[in-house]
């Protein structure tokens, strides 16, 4: 999920590993946290990966930095990256699909009211689909003790049987 963040930040604009780390804390901070220690080495995978190319620069300060921005087939990967399978862990998939969510949104939409009434809608399908898997949850308990109960009603049945009929 770095390396889709990653890419989804320099697909929007070339930048630096500490402004990639404050706009993932800024943007995604309710799905993930991240720092420059965890950034590192996922843009040296992704540059060795030829998905993103580094540029050194001179800051106002005189203190050098790397500017990251997206090639051509970083662009291709992530593409590839938004349509794949959400992982099969039930609290990982919850996290990619909020993350996707706001990525898509942010895509689609242009202005800032659309994009605040984008999210408030996702966050109300997402409450409902908490909803809907508590329930699911719910029945799945009812139906192990129907279960149990009908083992247990079996058991007695035969009990009676072999006791009372045989």
């Given at each position: ?6 890419l989804y930040?320099l697909?929007k604009q ?18 993930v946290k ?10 040296k ?8 190319e ?20 970083g662009?291709i990967?992530f593409h ?11 609290q990982s998939?919850?996290?990619e699909?909020?993350?996707?969510s ?8 242009s202005?800032e ?17 908490i909803?809907?898997?508590n ?6 308990r ?9 083992e ?15």
């Open positions: 999920m770095n390396e889709f963040l990653i930040i697909k070339p930048t630096s590993m500490y402004e990639i780390q404050q706009f993932i804390n800024k943007h995604f901070n309710l799905y991240i720092s420059v220690g965890t950034i590192a080495p996922v843009l995978k992704l540059e060795a990966a030829n998905l993103i580094a540029e050194k620069k001179i800051s106002n300060g005189g203190q050098r930095k790397h500017i990251f921005k997206i090639t051509g087939e662009q990967i590839n990256l938004i349509v794949m399978p959400i992982s099969g862990n039930p998939s919850q996290k699909i909020n993350i996707l706001l990525i898509i949104t942010d895509s689609i939409f202005n009211e659309q994009k605040l009434l984008a999210k408030k809608i996702i966050c109300a399908l997402n409450n409902q689909l909803l809907i898997k329930h699911i949850q719910a029945f799945n009812d139906i192990e003790y129907l279960k149990i109960c009908c247990e009603t079996e058991k007695k049945i035969n009990y009676y049987k072999n006791t009372f009929i045989e």
